[in-house]
């Protein structure tokens, strides 16, 4: 009589609501078909102990629900609703120093696949060892980011938005309050998803975001003052911001928080346009601003049912794969409803972006969502070319006499 298939699950990268609806959906679609789960620690560092022997594999083992609740909660199911991950997650480690250990550990499990949830960095890592190891890895994307190339729609995504949608509502009453111009540092890496999404959905006056204001420049800086003296003009003493991470200084360079650096650069400049005699913006540098830097708070956070339902239905189409013997692919979600792609077309792609210094699947700049925020009037930057056919905001439009008092 052959063996049950044994497969193994296991989460990667920077953790984020709903990777654990996905483990959930995973074990219990490979239990009802008789099949072994093992969820390996802290990504692909737990094979490294399985091949130390520091782990037994019987120890992986996951039960229906994934998990043990002692005493009189045994038996609640609550998984999916809790984030992070019962995994434990990675994102730093030396892979390649340990690759022999990793594919051991594996080897050591008999694993029939290995479904591996993560963002396009770890997904790119553990495809590399799969290909060393000769390993039937299926894929599920995962960060709060979104920028998975391929898809949509990754796992983590909808509750970050939430999470953020929820501070800028928050913070609008008591900026109102206190006429105080509100400044917003959103995560994304160098995707500007989640600040675009949640910007729009919180009521923000300004969406700053990578795709679309690169570096803070003069034109953009410039439009911003702009925004918000009109607003000020017009009555409306307060004013929302949404700062992605990933906008540039000036320069054109990383700051350490690109929301405190806005922050003093919206009076500074206001400062600047005042000295050329642009009077509609003097005395804005009285005008107070508060920085909040929403964190690692968008990485946690209750699932959404809209995150549950995609991670859920994510881990049943990777069960699916195996039980068809159909891997090496990505599972997306596509046109309103999970696809799959091949893994070697998605990693080639993440590679020759992160080669090029891109990011994979950008905002586009022309979409849906852009387009509905410019509707409101809501500043997003404009790449539209200028007189001299550079974009507006990638050339500087104003030029400061030297001896202006900044
Ligand atoms: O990729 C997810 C993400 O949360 C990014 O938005 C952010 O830049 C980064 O991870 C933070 O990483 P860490 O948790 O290592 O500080």
Redesign the pocket.
């Known amino acids: 009589m052959s063996r049950p298939k044994r497969i193994g699950v296991l989460t990667s990268?920077?953790d984020?609501p709903g990777l654990n609806a996905v483990i959930r959906s995973v074990v219990k679609c490979s239990t009802r078909q008789g099949w072994e789960v093992y969820g390996i620690p802290y990504g692909t560092d737990g094979l490294i102990e399985v091949a130390r022997a520091n782990t037994k594999p019987e120890d992986l083992k996951l039960k229906e629900h994934g998990y043990n609740i002692p005493g009189l909660l045994q038996g609640l199911d609550v998984l999916q609703f809790l984030s992070g991950s019962v995994l434990g997650s990675l994102?730093k480690g030396d892979t390649d120093k340990f690759a022999d250990d990793i594919i051991k550990g594996y080897e050591l499990l008999q694993l029939d696949g290995l479904i591996a949830i993560g963002?396009d960095g770890s997904l790119d890592i553990i495809y590399n060892l799969a290909q060393k190891g000769n390993w039937n890895l299926i894929g599920i994307p995962k960060?709060?980011?979104n920028d998975v190339p391929f898809t949509e729609r990754s796992v983590g995504f909808d509750t970050a938005v939430d999470t953020v949608t929820e501070a800028l509502y928050d913070l609008t009453f008591t900026a109102a309050s206190h006429e105080r111009v509100m400044v917003v540092e959103v995560?994304?890496?160098d995707a500007g998803h989640l600040a675009l999404h949640s910007g729009i959905a919180g009521g923000a006056d300004i969406i700053l975001i990578p795709e679309l204001t690169p570096t803070l420049n003069d034109a953009v800086l410039e439009e911003i003052c702009e925004t918000i003296a009109s607003f000020r003009h017009e009555k409306r003493k307060f004013a929302l911001v949404v700062v992605a991470?990933g906008v540039k200084n000036y320069e054109g360079k990383k700051e350490k928080s690109i929301g405190e650096y806005l922050a003093k650069q919206i009076k500074d400049y206001s400062n600047k346009l005042c000295a050329l005699d642009r009077k509609q913006f003097c005395g804005m540098d009285e005008v107070d601003t508060r920085v909040t830097v929403l964190g690692?708070l968008?990485?946690s956070g209750t699932p959404t049912s809209a995150d549950r339902l995609l991670a859920t239905s994510f881990g049943r189409a990777a069960v699916d794969l195996i039980a068809n013997q159909e891997y090496n692919r990505l599972v997306v979600w596509r046109n309103g409803e999970v696809q799959t792609e091949p893994l070697d077309q998605v990693i080639d792609l993440v590679r020759k972006c992160h080669r090029e210094n891109r990011c994979p699947s950008p905002v586009n700049p022309n979409g849906f969502m852009v387009q509905t925020a410019r509707s409101l009037g809501i500043y997003v930057g404009d790449l539209t070319p200028s007189l001299n056919g550079e974009p507006r905001n990638r050339v500087s439009i104003t030029t400061f006499s030297s001896n202006s008092k900044c």
């Open positions: 990268g920077g984020c994102s963002g960060t709060i980011d995560m994304g890496r991470e690692h968008q990485r």
